[in-house]
């Protein structure tokens, strides 16, 4: 078969070739280095704001700031890119002053924060993380769910309220139920895989317009396993009940690898190259995005330090911005990529934020 002419040698053009966007988390810090913006533009189809779309940033009801989210968002359109919103509720990401709040105050502030946000970008927004991380199977709970503020305040259809609001204010988002932890081995995701089949299922009975599950996807090269027959039963239930799939935080931890640097790279580009190709391979997918894009800017230089103290290597391109062998297994994979008709070419909206 002939080999594929991609446009440029790029991610974003690797993904088009498949139906699917590209793209990466980032902040507004990041747009202020000329090389490191020119190289997400060059990269990347879509992003995700890191931190600066997220309710404790922005803020409570009296005096919201959007300054941060209004300048990636108009980024996003000023160069033609997708948005992914991230995230409108999360239990991590719930304003100070809201700590004491009665429960009725609370859902009040909570679908007030919702739905002022969504309006704000509806029509500049191709998808959004409504709800993140639901999930928390060691909380007890017969249906899995977190024991959060949300379920305390809304019940246990909090999902549909989120949801169904986000579809009345802007239908043409692709709406993302958000979770982490469905990709690993062990009994706990196993447990996890399953009630979130349950979730899905019981909320798309009662209508609630949830279109993609977004798989989070932090991995770590040491334990993800290559083969992985009920990551793949997963997904194809998944994709049973319809629903599209989005890969969207990426990122492998070389926490546990040897430290030789060519040996770690290796075992950090077989993991992103195993696991996308397993992923595309068995769900129709819209995307692919990484927690960030260069090893200098990522959250596991904190959250998954190596033991030797040695500095992490996880993402596509090192600290320069060179392109790592991750980068070429990302490639690969994605050209690889069957993808039945999972991808859409997003009509990326132009113009001001409303
Ligand atoms: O920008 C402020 C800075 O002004 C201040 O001096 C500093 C110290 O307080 O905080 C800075 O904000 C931090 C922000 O990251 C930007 O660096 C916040 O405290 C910190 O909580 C925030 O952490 C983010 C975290 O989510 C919580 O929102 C991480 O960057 C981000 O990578 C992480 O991403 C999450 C996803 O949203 C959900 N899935 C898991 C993933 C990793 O935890």
Same mark, same amino acid.
Request: hydrophobic share 40%; glycine share 6%; aromatic share 6%.
């Given at each position: ?129 409504? !709800?993140? *991380? ?9 249906? /899995? %769910?977190?024991?959060? @503020?949300?379920?305390? #305040? ?124 397993? !992923?595309? *391979? ?9 927690? /960030? %894009?260069?090893?200098? @800017?990522?959250?596991? #230089? ?53």
């Amino acid at each position: 078969m002939e080999p594929l002419k991609l446009e440029t040698d790029s991610l974003r053009d690797a993904a088009a070739h498949r139906h699917l966007l590209y793209g990466t988390a980032l902040c507004t810090s990041d747009l202020t280095e000329k090389r490191r913006c020119d190289t997400i533009l060059r990269e990347c189809s879509i992003i995700t704001p890191e931190y600066e779309m997220k309710w404790d940033r922005i803020g409570g009801a009296d005096a919201p700031d959007f300054r941060a989210s209004d300048r990636l968002v108009a980024f996003a359109v000023e160069n033609g890119l997708a948005f992914h919103g991230h995230t409108l509720w999360w239990h991590e990401s719930v304003p100070q002053d809201l700590g004491e709040a009665s429960d009725a105050r609370f859902a009040e502030a909570a679908l007030e924060h919702l739905t002022r946000v969504v309006r704000r970008y509806a029509g500049r927004v191709y998808s959004w993380d409504v !709800v993140n *991380e639901p999930l928390e199977t060691d909380h007890g709970r017969r249906d /899995g %769910l977190r024991h959060s @503020r949300f379920l305390r #305040a809304f019940g246990p259809t909090y999902l549909e309220v989120a949801f169904g609001r986000a579809a009345e204010i802007d239908p043409e988002a692709v709406l993302v139920l958000n979770e982490m932890g469905l990709e690993y081995a062990s009994p706990g995701a196993e447990r996890k895989r399953r009630a979130m089949l349950a979730l899905l299922e019981r909320a798309l009975a009662r209508g609630a317009p949830i279109q993609c599950l977004g798989i989070q996807s932090h991995l770590d090269a040491a334990d993800q396993p290559r083969h992985h027959p009920e990551l793949r039963a997963f997904l194809r239930e998944i994709d049973g009940l319809g629903l599209k799939v989005m890969i969207t935080e990426m990122d492998v931890s070389d926490q546990n690898c040897p430290r030789d640097r060519r040996l770690r790279d290796g075992m950090v580009a077989d993991t992103y190259r195993a696991y996308l190709e397993l !992923v595309l *391979e068995e769900s129709r997918s819209l995307g692919v995005s990484t927690w /960030g %894009l260069s090893d200098d @800017r990522t959250w596991l #230089a904190t959250a998954r330090k190596r033991p030797d103290g040695a500095a992490v290597r996880p993402m596509l391109l090192d600290r320069a911005l060179r392109r790592k062998p991750a980068w070429h297994a990302v490639k690969s994979a994605l050209l690889s990529a069957r993808n039945p008709d999972g991808g859409v070419e997003p009509a990326f909206p132009k113009g001001k934020i409303n």
